[in-house]
């Protein structure tokens, strides 16, 4: 399947430009308070309690922009909590020489302002200290019967709710958003190994070849010049099919196959001058076992070739009860070479190639050994009959 180019990235902190937009928008909210001051001017008070109330209210608009100054940037952590409940005691106090506009004014601002400052859990008590606020200064303060006071301040609890909810909605699409782009990130970096594991197992397989095929080519050229030119031939064949195959990886439209493998196995031993026997069940393994058997086939055989003296070489395919992790029935695939009998060690420390054969078993739920004693070097991989 080709994969999917991605283009999200994680959400990070807003630009400074935005930011300074955003916090304009909110602070613009303070022209609301001209209908508190009109009210004031309307009500004829005395000179002094008239210059008071006056101060108050521009104190009150000089906490809210303030606040919303220092929250927006980060939101729900109590940045100014005593900035808040300055304006809280402001308001209580101003009700004293305002009338009703400046109750639902101040119950809207401070309502507005605690979903923007405090953290969630904090919500509800907030909520409800407001609710009991504002119908204790209705009732004390404007004497309005309790009846009319309470569902006035459920009303503006409903609406404190209802802030509530949408900041929530937001922050929930911000999280959301972030969890896209890393998926995003786990799915480029997942794209990544895999090209870079399949570069690994398919140049290192076929320019295995090619050098092997050129070096027998070079050594016949005066002895069998007819033979020679056969080899070279197949030089070029290889190294056009390692064209398409890289090709292919990138596209990643590539599937081993465990016939061609082992084909291809075959030949390479051959102009290594090494003996490849090949041990089959009578019965095909499931595709899905195949093709990660293709893998083990193609990464074992290579590191014969690459990092052993062998002589021989043995690859089976085993179907066995237990042959699967987790004791279940399975497929067993080895490759076993005699290097360490002919005085080679072959390496045992996984390298990439061994690395990224780990990760396709573990894929498919299987899983990768290494056994070396005197004779023998054996990379063993246990898959299970239903593949992942």
């Known amino acids: ?17 935005r930011l300074r937009r955003v916090r304009a928008f909110a602070c613009g909210f303070v022209a609301f308070l001209g209908y508190p001051a009109a009210e004031l001017a309307g009500l004829g008070l005395p000179g002094p309690v008239a210059v008071a109330a006056a101060a108050g209210l521009v104190a009150f608009g000089g906490l809210f922009v303030w606040v919303i100054w ?21 308001a209580v106090a101003l009700q004293f020489a305002l009338r009703g506009t400046w109750l639902i004014t101040a119950s809207f601002y401070l309502v507005t302002l605690a979903v923007l400052v405090l953290p969630p859990r904090r919500w509800p008590l907030a909520l409800a200290a407001f609710w009991a606020g504002h119908v204790a200064l209705a009732v004390g303060v404007l004497g309005r019967p309790f009846g009319a006071a309470a569902l006035t ?23 959301l958003r972030a969890a896209r782009a890393e998926l995003a990130r786990a799915a480029i970096t997942a794209e990544r190994l895999r090209i870079a594991r399949d570069l690994h197992d398919t140049l290192g397989r076929r320019l295995t070849e090619v050098v092997l095929r050129s070096e027998l080519a070079a050594r016949l050229v005066d002895r069998e010049p007819e033979r020679a030119a056969a080899e070279m031939r197949e030089v070029g064949r290889g190294a056009r099919e390692l064209l398409a195959e890289v090709r292919a990886t990138v596209s990643g439209y590539r599937e081993a196959d465990l016939d061609s493998e082992l084909a291809t196995a075959r030949e390479i031993a051959r102009a290594a001058g090494i003996t490849l026997t090949v041990s089959l069940p009578p019965d095909p393994p499931p595709p899905s076992v ?54 080679g060690r072959p390496v045992a420390e996984p390298g990439a190639g061994l690395t990224g054969l780990t990760e396709r078993l573990a894929a498919a739920g299987g899983e990768l050994s290494i056994e070396v004693d005197k004779e023998w070097f054996m990379l063993r991989a246990r898959i299970p009959e239903v593949a992942a």
């Open 290 to 343: 195949a093709a990660v058997a293709a893998w083990v086939v193609r990464e074992g055989v290579t590191n014969v070739l690459r990092h052993s003296v062998a002589r021989a070489c043995a690859v089976t395919v085993a179907e066995e009860d237990g042959g699967g992790p987790g004791g279940g029935r399975g497929y067993t695939v080895t490759v076993a070479d005699d290097g360490p009998a002919l005085g």
């Open 1 to 17: 399947m080709r994969p999917r180019t991605v283009s999200e990235r994680a959400p990070g902190p807003p630009s400074p430009s």
């Open 70 to 90: 220092h929250n927006v940037p980060r939101p729900r952590t109590a940045a100014t909590p005593y900035a808040l409940a300055a304006m809280a005691a402001l």
């Open 153 to 175: 301040g459920a009303g503006i609890a409903l609406y404190g709710a209802a802030c509530a909810s949408l900041h929530g909605l937001m922050w929930l699409a911000t999280r």
